[in-house]
């Protein structure tokens, strides 16, 4: 069992997936992968992450529905929706959904994990 916090990074894009797994281990993070919205809602029900990095476009489940599927949820993990959509509109949406935060790619790796640490930290702020 890990103290690290469990982040479920969802993509259907695989250097993504494995690019962010790669910097969210060396940032001590333990990560897990789901490559559609069908395998993501799966791992939260068995994994229980602490939160989810989010894209919006992919096949079979997209984003909007994995995200709204969350929200009605009594106890959800954090998401921050990581989407080359950067309309506001998209941004809105994703807000009324319960997004925690709206990353557009590309993005730098660093401002990711700054944005999950703030959000991980005002968490654990409320607990």
């Given at each position: 069992m890990s103290?690290?916090?469990k982040i479920l990074i969802v993509d259907?894009?695989?250097?993504?997936?494995?690019?962010l797994r790669m910097i969210l281990e060396a940032e001590g993070f333990d990560p897990l992968l789901a490559a559609d919205g069908e395998t993501a809602l799966r791992r939260v029900d068995d994994e229980r992450p602490d939160l989810v990095v989010l894209d919006i476009m992919m096949p079979v489940l997209d984003?909007?529905?994995v995200l709204a599927e969350l929200g009605g949820r009594p106890t959800r993990p954090a998401v921050v929706v990581c989407s080359a959509k950067s309309g506001e509109?998209?941004?809105a949406r994703a807000t009324e959904l319960g997004a925690d935060e709206?990353?557009?790619?590309?993005f730098e790796p660093d401002d990711l994990v700054?944005?999950?640490r703030s959000i991980l930290a005002t968490a654990r702020a409320r607990v």
């Open positions: 103290d690290r916090p259907d894009e695989p250097d993504v997936l494995l690019t984003g909007w529905f509109s998209d941004r709206y990353v557009t790619k590309p700054e944005v999950i």
